[in-house]
């Protein structure tokens, strides 16, 4: 099988970075810190721009969810370990029935999306969670996923979501005319202590949307800004570069070729689905993503997005 095989190759140390670096003509950043830290708010680039580029007239608030996160890292046994690996799972309907679950609860770090469920499909996505990667409305409402979690890492697109993330970490409750401006109902409460808590570095969303991908810098409205956000997918995968030597991404790929194919690996959604949404440049975000698999950023386990593997099992 093509993902044993990955994890039975020796670890190079910097892989993903140097090749990163070569794909992208030194677009890439090879020093960015992966989670902000309370030296890291003064770093002009972070008031450039609005969230989620950028955190342009709320570093009042972020510095005081600052004082409540005590840690800014990765565990210090995974910090410590010489040469990590990564695996970035995502939510596609082309992990049902691989039972991949083993092998991927073998990675140095689980990088795991929004609201995943874990509990109830550990055979085909494993149950290790390093990382949940979320936003407020995209965060799971159920305990049981966040079992054998070690980090939340928070990604803070609004206002409102400043206020979330400091009440979950005071274990408070939202006030009502608050919680009206989520477009759907969010945790009131997560089951992960204070050290536990990260919030991703808004230059690593800035450099994968404008440098990596090329979207133009927002726009702005008379009401709004005029934003290309790329999806937390596409932010994991980039996060995982600079936390990882080596990267790999399991149940990526929108097979749009086949209408009736499941969407995601949890429910019975289908591709047609993907047709419904206009926030993600798919197929932009599809182009880039099989550059890095092609280049040997990142082994795709699933050949979702580019299958190397796939003359081996013809054959």
Same mark, same amino acid.
């Given at each position: +099988? ?17 090749? +990163? ?51 800014? *890292? ?13 695996? #970035? ?35 085909? #996505?494993?149950?290790?969670?390093? %990382? ?12 049981? *996923? ?6 939340? #890492?928070?990604?803070?697109? /609004? ?35 204070? /050290?536990?808590?990260? %919030? ?5 969303? /800035? ?18 800004? *005029? ?32 209408? *009736? ?55």
């Amino acid at each position: +099988m093509h993902a044993s095989r990955v994890l039975k190759e020796e670890c190079h140390p910097y892989f993903a970075k140097k090749v +990163m670096n070569r794909l992208f003509n030194k677009k890439y950043s090879t020093n960015l810190s992966p989670f902000i830290r309370q030296t890291t708010v003064a770093n002009s680039s972070l008031s450039k721009y609005t969230p989620p580029f950028g955190f342009h007239k709320y570093l009042s608030e972020l510095q005081d969810i600052l004082v409540l996160m005590p840690k800014y *890292d990765l565990p210090e046994e995974l910090k410590s370990k010489q040469c990590k690996r990564c695996v #970035v799972i995502g939510n596609g309907g082309i992990l049902h029935g691989l039972q991949l679950g083993h092998i991927l609860n073998q990675y140095d770090v689980a990088i795991r999306l929004n609201n995943a469920p874990v509990h109830g499909f550990s055979r085909d #996505v494993g149950n290790k969670t390093t %990382i949940r990667m979320a936003y407020p409305e995209s965060a799971t409402l159920s305990n049981l *996923d966040y079992h054998h979690t070690d980090l939340f #890492v928070a990604v803070l697109f /609004k206002s409102v979501d400043f206020s979330w993330l400091q009440a979950i970490l005071k274990n408070e409750s939202l006030p009502l005319w608050i919680q009206l401006f989520f477009w759907k109902q969010v945790a009131d409460k997560i089951p992960l202590n204070s /050290k536990q808590f990260r %919030i991703l570095n808004p230059l690593i969303i /800035k450099e994968t949307a404008f440098d990596l991908l090329g979207y133009p810098e927002p726009r702005r409205k008379w009401w709004d800004w *005029d934003k290309n956000v790329p999806t937390l997918g596409i932010m994991a995968l980039i996060l995982a570069t600079h936390l990882c030597d080596e990267v790999s991404l399991a149940g990526f790929g929108y097979n749009l070729g086949q209408p *009736d194919a499941r969407l995601h690996y949890f429910d019975n959604q289908c591709m047609t689905e993907m047709q419904k949404q206009y926030m993600h440049d798919v197929a932009e975000e599809t182009k880039f993503l099989k550059k890095l698999v092609r280049g040997g950023a990142v082994k795709d386990l699933t050949g979702g997005i580019h299958c190397e593997f796939c003359k081996d099992v013809n054959s």
